[in-house]
């Protein structure tokens, strides 16, 4: 088996780049808890060790409690501070009082991992003495579950004193190349044959992880756009080809999903609608489906601005020579185009409210508002708007006729001069002149016709004229 002891290991993560292994096999913080406050002994699920659990002022050579700060523990001689794992509050550490070589401080068994992966096994530890020479050293072993037999066996350099808390990582690195090892014990022993006053935090085996450039890394992009990504891993990293699957997380189970058939470097994710977080494994292969032999890389997450929504109000139906109100709703204060009879677009911009009211003016013809779409003046995104007019019909104006010409003599019986009115709704009020004097007359409510009679008693000549008619439009 082939071995690499690191005593402070890290990868550099650039703007553009996402750590792999965000999988890890197992991972041990010791979890969070009141200040100045011992847990319980370290759960069996987690590890073991050989070390004697002591609550707090209980200690001793070969024991170890776990507290969320080592100074009240130390009587003084310890740091104040922390523990490594980022986000904990009160988070508990692992603190030793260990004063001979050879004690067993963690292990832990490990099955189903594969072969020509590479592994790493890693703590975060820290000497809790504040002064003095209580430098301390610790060992790994990595042994064959199934016969005990020492695979593989480091020592960390020095693990100095210093004047605040300060964590370093300490690791190994592996590959199994042989099948026949299906499960593995890993072991962290004490390095010195003095005191040793360590903290132990953040325990880790995974996958190792190779760097990885994703291209287009966290975009934010409008909905319905298509977004590529594309994911270099280190070049060398795998003794063969890379076997790569891009995964998606399901927005509403918030558990990881394979994008069937997305299974190269490259990846477009077409027509987006919804914020979505992507990543991709990789593994050698064969691998890829297993969690204890692949890779997982950072998030990658496409914010997607929000469709915009425009509406327009229902048509109508009015009468020729008014006007009406056209309602427009939609997302607040998005700007949105329309069209009046399907000419050259015009723009509105919708209140913080998401309304605007629009005044057609005088109508004469049957109009149709249209609207093309909206944007939103902050993210420029820009929506197509499909089926939403909003046709005017018109009524015609009421009609009118005039019906009576005649001779006649002299003191005969009046003559009648009908006036008749359509399209309306009565009553209907005319507007004629007799000789060109002005004069009305109107219908019953219920009638279309209006009938005056004309004078004989002077011999002469009437002209009557109609002027005008006036009825309530039928549509209103």
């Known amino acids: 088996m082939s071995k690499n002891f690191i005593y402070v290991f890290a990868l550099f993560c650039g703007s553009t780049f996402s750590c792999l292994a965000q999988e890890s096999i197992f991972s041990i913080s010791f979890g969070t808890g009141a200040t100045e406050s011992s847990r319980s002994p370290l759960n069996p699920a987690d590890g073991t060790t050989t070390l004697k659990y002591a609550p707090i002022g209980t200690t001793s050579g070969g024991t170890y409690t776990l507290l969320p700060n080592p100074y009240s523990f130390g009587g003084g001689g310890y740091h104040s501070g922390e523990d490594h794992t980022p986000g904990d509050i009160n988070g508990y550490m692992m603190i030793l009082d260990v004063h001979s070589k050879g004690l067993l401080i963690y292990k832990k068994n490990v099955e189903g991992l594969c072969t020509n992966t590479k592994y ?53 690195i592996f590959t199994i190349p042989d099948s026949s090892v299906n499960s593995l014990t890993f072991e962290i022993v004490s390095g010195m044959d003095y005191v040793n006053h360590n903290a132990y935090d953040d325990i880790l085996f995974e996958a190792l992880k190779p760097n990885i450039k994703i291209s287009n890394l966290d975009p934010v992009v409008c909905a319905g ?8 891993v280190e070049a060398n990293f795998y003794s063969n080809a890379a076997v790569y699957q891009w ?27 919804e914020t979505t977080q992507y990543r991709m494994l990789v593994s050698e292969i064969g691998n890829i489906e297993n969690i204890k032999c692949r890779s997982a890389s950072g998030v990658n997450t496409v914010t997607v601005n929000p469709q915009l929504v425009a509406n327009i109000s229902d048509g109508i139906t009015i009468c020729s020579g008014n006007g ?36 057609t003016g005088i109508l004469t013809d049957e109009t149709i508002y249209e609207i093309v779409n909206a944007k939103d003046p902050v993210t420029n995104c820009q929506t197509q708007i499909t089926d939403q007019k909003a046709v005017i019909a018109l009524k015609p104006l009421p009609t009118a006729t005039i019906m009576g010409s005649r001779e006649v003599c002299k003191d005969e019986a009046f003559p009648e001069i009908i006036f008749t009115g359509s399209g309306g709704t009565p009553p209907y009020v005319f507007t004629y002149k007799e000789n060109g004097i002005l004069k009305t007359v109107s219908t019953e409510n219920d009638k279309h016709t209006a009938t005056i009679k004309a004078p004989t008693d002077k011999a002469g000549t009437l002209n009557y004229e109609l002027m005008s008619v006036t009825a309530k439009c039928i549509s209103e």
């Open 324 to 359: 009406t109100n056209i309602v427009f709703t939609g997302t607040p204060n998005a700007e949105v185009k329309y069209t009046v009879n399907a000419g050259i677009p015009n723009a509105i911009t919708l209140n913080s409210d998401g309304h605007y009211n629009l005044y």
């Open 225 to 232: 756009e298509n977004v590529s990504m594309e994911c270099l």
């Open 247 to 273: 995964q998606k997380k399901n927005t509403v189970t918030s558990v990881w999903e394979n994008i069937i058939g997305a299974t190269n470097k490259n990846y477009i994710a077409n027509n987006v609608t």
């Open 120 to 172: 790493e096994f890693s703590v975060w530890i820290a000497n809790l003495a504040n002064a003095g020479s209580f430098a301390s050293r610790a060992t790994f072993n990595i042994r064959n579950s199934q016969n005990n037999a020492l695979i593989a066996s480091e020592t960390s350099n020095l693990i100095p004193v210093s004047r605040v808390l300060t964590w370093d990582k300490v690791s190994i």
